[in-house]
C-alpha cells in the first residue's frame, strides 16, 4: 500500500525559472521562496548562474553582457547548460523537488529551450517574472546588493553602479517579458512593482498555488521581528517539559524588563503576539499593548511526557528518550508532536509574519526554534538544537538576502532550558549517559 | 468579542484583543463587490465565498441585487435592463441604494464583518459611487471581476442556474434562454471592465475563464490575501466527494470517546464494504486522506487504492476526557459536561481541542479538497461534521449536532449553487455514536438528565 505522509505535493519535480532584468528582486526571491519551501518539507535548491558564469570567467565589465557579444554568448549558454545538467542531477540523485533557476531568462528563445528541456524530463515548469519600472527601486536594489557583488571586487561604487547600468541596457535589447496571448498555455506568476500587481496564470497543482500564494504575501519594507520566549515559569524552576504554569519572580521580572525594551526601541504600530499559555500571555501583560493570542504558537506538545523532567522520562519512557535523541527533527512523542508537526502548525503564522511589518513574538522554545529556522534557514537537522534562551530578546531584520540577528539579553537571570544531543544515543544506553546533557534545575 | 481568556487566566487585567484559535482580522469591515456581465459565475462565487469565510469565523453575508429588485417589480422581460429604459434605471439605483443601506445595517448592527454585493456593477460609474460610499462609511472595498468569453461555460451557466430563475418561472426553457442572451446585450453595451491604468489604486481581482488567468491588484490586508488564495484555488470541474468515518472502533463499542483503537470485527467489514461501494461507483482518479489513527487508516486499507495520511484529520482531541465514556466524563468532570452542553462549538476540553479549534486545524484541508476533484475522505465524527458543515453551508450552532452515523458513506456533488447529498448506509450494524442535546444544560442539573441522551454501548 502507497501511504504518503501529508505530502500532496505533485511527484514530478517543479522547475521554477525566474524572469527580469537585473536588479528585479529575481535573486531575493529565489533565495526566500527556497528558504520558505524547505522549511515547509519541500526539498528546493537555487540554481544561480551568475554564480556559475564567476565560476569560468572573470568578470570585466558590462561589454560581457552586450548581445553582439558571441563569444560571450556561447560561455553564457554553455553555463545555462551546465546550471540544468545540475538540476538533473539534484532531481535525479539528491531527492530535490523543487529547482529555481535563477538567470535573467529574457529571451523567448530562452525561454523555450528550458520548455522542453523540461517536457522531455517530466518537469513541471513555473515561471516566476518580475517587472519593474520604478527608478528608486532599482537603484535601491543596486545599492544593496550590486555593488558589493563579487563581480565588481575591485570597484569603488560609482564605476560599479554606472557599469552595471550599462549592463542593463544590454538586456533590455533583448528583453521580450511573458506575453499574454503567445505564452497563455505557461505556467507563471508575473510580479509588478514589488508586489502591487500581480497576473497568474495556469496555476497546475499545489505546490505552484502554495508557491503564488506565498509570493502575494511577502514585501520588502523595513521592519524588524522581535522573538522572544515567555518569562521563566514555575515549571521551567524545577525542569520540567510541557504545562501550563506562570510566571516565576524572575519571569514576571523580565516581563517589565521585555516591557522597558520595547519602549525603548520606539517600534512603529508593533504588533505583538503570544500563544494561548499562561506564561506567554502574562508575559505579555507586562507590556502594555495589546496582544493577539495564537493556539498554533503553543509549545510543543509532549503527550505523554508533559510535565515530567527530563529525569522522569528516563526513568518512565527510556526508549523515547533514547528515540528522541536520535532524530529529534521527526519524533513524535507518544500522544503528543514533533518539531516537523511544529513546523506544520506554525505555516500559517510564518505567512502572517510575512505580511505585517513590525511584531513582537512571545513564545516558547520550540516554538522559537521553528520560527528562527525559518528566519534564519536553519536546517531540519539544526532547528531542534538552536540555542533559545530564557530571558533573551532576539531582533531579526531582513537585510539583503538575509537577516540580520541582534541578541538583547535583558539582565535577569533565569534557568537554563537547553539540552544538548548527548554522545550516545543508543536505546541500549545507560542512564547516565542519556542524562548527562541535562541542564540544572531546582 | 469573546473575553473567554479571562475564564482561564485569574487576576489578570486582560489586554488580548481576541481568544479564538485564529488571528484578528482587520477592524474595518470589507466591502467585496462583484463585478461581471450576467452568467459570469457572480452569484456562484458570492455564495462559495460566503460560505467559506462563515466557516472560518468571518460573519459574511451576501447581498444580491436581483432579489432586492424581484421585490419591488415582477420580471416582464429583458426590455427592463436597456440601457435606456429611464424608469428602470431609476428603479434599479434604488434597489442598490437599498441593498447598500442593508449593508450598513449589517456591519453596524448585525456584527457583520464582510458583506458581498452581487450584482453586475459594470459600469464604473456604479462603482465609483460604490467607492465613494465606502469611504464615508470607513469600509475597505474588494472587488471580485469575472471576465468570460467561452460561449460554452456560458451556455452552460445559464441552463444551470438561469433558466430556473424566479424571474423565468412562467417561460419555458427556450424564452428564457433567448430572452436572457438579450439581456447580457443590455448590459455589454454599457460595460467597463476594470482598468489596469484607470483602477490602478482600486484593490480587486480579475478571474478570466473560470480560472485559467488571474489579475491580483493592490491587495490590502490578511482577509483580501486569503480570499484571493481561495478564488484562486476553488474550480467549477464537475466531481465528487465522497465522506466517510472510520468502520466502528473498539472504542466505540465502550462508548468511550477519542484514544486510537483500531476497528471492531463489524468495522472492518463495513471497510470492505466500503471498498465494494466505491469500485462499483467507477469514479476517475479517486484520492483518498485518512487520519494519523489507527481506525481510519484501517479502513481505508481494505480499499486497495493508496492513500495520504493527513495529521489535520485526526479526531478532536477530547483532552483530560479521553477515552472516557460519557457516564465517567459526568462522574469526573460534571460541570465541563455542562458547559460543552451549553456551547458545544466553542467548548474546549480542558488539555484538548473544540470545534472551533477543529474548523481551524482543517482549513488547509479544505483548501486541498477545493483543489481536488474525486476525494474520499475517511475520518471521524467531529471533523466530519466540520467538513459537512463547510460543504452544506451550517452554521455554528448546527455544526457540532449534524448526524454522521457510522458505517454510512456521504456522496457530495456540488449542484448549481450547493451540494447534493447521497446517503449510502452500506448494511453493516454499528453503534451509534450521536448524542443529543439534553435538556437540562445547566452546571447543577442531577447525572440523569446530563446523562439522558447518551447513545448506548456495551
Known amino acids: 500500500m502507497i501511504i504518503m505522509q501529508n505530502t500532496f505535493f ?31 518539507g519541500v526539498p528546493t535548491k537555487v540554481f544561480n548562474l551568475g554564480q556559475y558564469r564567476r565560476e569560468v570567467q572573470s568578470y570585466k565589465s558590462f561589454e560581457f553582457f552586450r548581445p553582439d557579444n558571441e563569444e560571450a554568448m556561447q560561455i553564457r549558454k554553455a553555463c545555462a547548460s551546465n546550471a540544468l545538467k545540475d538540476v538533473v542531477i539534484y532531481f535525479s540523485k539528491e531527492h530535490g523537488q523543487v529547482a529555481v ?46 555593488v558589493s557583488s563579487p563581480d565588481y571586487l575591485n570597484c569603488d561604487k560609482e564605476e560599479a553602479l ?111 503576539w503570544t500563544s494561548h499559555m499562561k506564561r506567554t500571555i502574562q508575559t505579555a501583560e507586562h507590556l502594555g499593548i495589546p496582544y493577539e493570542q495564537w493556539k498554533a504558537l503553543n509549545e510543543i ?9 527530563y529525569e522522569e522520562i528516563q526513568d518512565n519512557h527510556p526508549e523515547e528518550f533514547a528515540l528522541r535523541d ?35 513574538v512571545v513564545c516558547h522554545q520550540a516554538v522559537m526554534r521553528c520560527l528562527l529556522a525559518y528566519l534564519l534557514d536553519k536546517t531540519a537537522d539544526e532547528l531542534p538544537y538552536l540555542k533559545c534562551p530564557l530571558h533573551t ?12 540577528v541582534e541578541h538583547v539579553f535583558l539582565n535577569i537571570e533565569a534557568v537554563n532550558t537547553h539540552r544538548e544531543r548527548p554522545g550516545n544515543v543508543d536505546v ?6 542519556a542524562l548527562k546533557t541535562i541542564p540544572d534545575h531546582f
Open 10 to 40: 505533485t511527484n514530478s519535480p517543479t522547475l521554477i525559472v525566474m524572469v527580469g532584468l537585473p536588479a528585479r528582486g529575481k535573486t531575493y526571491i529565489s533565495k526566500k521562496l527556497t528558504r520558505y519551501l524547505n522549511w515547509i
Open 101 to 146: 533557476f535563477d538567470a535573467t531568462n529574457t529571451t523567448r528563445e530562452r525561454r523555450v529551450s528550458i520548455v522542453s528541456f523540461a517536457k522531455e524530463k517530466g518537469y513541471k515548469v513555473f515561471f516566476v517574472e518580475s517587472i519593474c519600472d520604478d527608478p528608486d527601486i532599482i537603484a535601491q536594489n543596486i545599492a544593496d546588493v550590486k
Open 162 to 272: 554606472a557599469d552595471f547600468l550599462k549592463r542593463i541596457e544590454c538586456y533590455k535589447q533583448t528583453y521580450v517579458p511573458l506575453d499574454d496571448e503567445k505564452d497563455r498555455r505557461l505556467s507563471y506568476i508575473k510580479i509588478f512593482n514589488v508586489g502591487s500587481r500581480y497576473l497568474v496564470n495556469c496555476v497546475q497543482d499545489h505546490i505552484q498555488s502554495r508557491i503564488v500564494y506565498y509570493l502575494m504575501n511577502i514585501h520588502v519594507t523595513p521592519r524588524s521581528i522581535y522573538l522572544s520566549r515567555h518569562g521563566e515559569s514555575n515549571m521551567n524552576l524545577l525542569g520540567r517539559i510541557g504545562g501550563d504554569s506562570g510566571l516565576s519572580p524572575r519571569g514576571h521580572k523580565y516581563a517589565t524588563a521585555l516591557g522597558t525594551f520595547i519602549k525603548s526601541q520606539h517600534i512603529k504600530d508593533l504588533k505583538v
Open 301 to 309: 506538545d509532549a503527550g505523554v511526557c508533559e510535565e515530567m523532567t
Open 326 to 360: 536520535q532524530d529529534k527533527y521527526r519524533y513524535r512523542y507518544p500522544k503528543g508532536e514533533s518539531y516537523e508537526d511544529l513546523v506544520h502548525r506554525l505555516e500559517p503564522v510564518i505567512m502572517e509574519l510575512e505580511r505585517q511589518e513590525n511584531v513582537l
Open 393 to 404: 530578546a532576539l531582533k531579526l531584520t531582513p537585510v539583503a538576502y538575509g537577516c540580520k
Open 428 to 433: 541500549s544506553r545507560d542512564p547516565e549517559e
